[in-house]
């Protein structure tokens, strides 16, 4: 660990992400409690359907404690948590796809959700998947379409159709014959990873696989 970032944990020591908890290791991902009362997904329960992907992963159910913590991520712009999150979802890809990937990539912002936010709350974790895992992380695609967040939309229909059309490749993003990780935070009814996963297919990839922290429905 750096000098800088003990000198961090002494002023500021590090909380668990779910309970708030100081850490008694500094950098782990969550808290001895948390690790026993957290809603972990194993087996298929982990795994979701997305059209045009060949699999989705996520380590945790949405639950409250889980809510609670993407919420202050996302919303209260907690930065920091990028990175326990994303030790997490590497721990998830490590055992659901032991051959790794050629590059890890996001779900984008519209530019206006960016500058309002301040950051993606999926490339943080992107680039922490990729760094953990030693796999090249970078943008293949952009928000064209400021849509009326997913959140706020219950019907799966609606997820749908708010997302058609809201993605485009960045010009020149070349996959052919790559094995793509495709990060987002939640998936709810994967309207918005299917739109996704359909673009990084048309740029050539052969294998998508989505990941995600938590996963809100069941198939």
């Not at 998947?129 to 379409?145: D, H």
């Not at 994967?190 to 990941?211: D, H, I």
Request: a positive charge; hydrophobic letters at 40%.
């Amino acid at each position: 660990m750096r000098v800088q970032e003990r000198i961090l944990d002494l002023i500021f020591p590090p909380k668990c992400p779910y309970c708030q908890r100081v850490l008694d290791i500094p950098r782990a991902p969550v808290c001895p409690i948390c690790q026993a009362s957290l809603p972990w997904l194993e087996g298929a329960a982990g795994e979701r359907r997305i059209s045009s992907a060949d699999g989705c992963f996520s380590p945790l159910a949405y639950g409250e404690a889980v809510r609670t913590a993407i919420h202050r991520y996302k919303f209260h712009r907690v930065r920091a948590l990028g990175r326990p999150f994303g030790v997490l979802m590497a721990q998830c890809l490590g055992e659901r796809l032991p051959q790794g990937a050629d590059l890890v990539c996001w779900a984008p912002l519209s530019r206006k959700r960016l500058r309002e936010r301040g950051f993606n709350q999926a490339e943080l974790m992107a680039r922490e998947v990729g760094r953990l895992m030693s796999i090249p992380a970078g943008p293949v695609l952009e928000k064209v379409k400021d849509t009326r967040p997913q959140s706020e939309l219950e019907e799966e229909s609606a997820r749908q159709a708010n997302a058609q059309g809201a993605y485009a490749l960045i010009p020149g993003a070349g996959l052919a014959g790559k094995r793509v990780v495709l990060v987002d935070d939640v998936v709810t009814s994967g309207a918005t990873l299917s739109e996704c996963a359909a673009l990084l297919r048309q740029a050539g990839a052969e294998q998508v696989f989505c990941l995600t922290l938590a996963r809100a429905r069941g198939d």
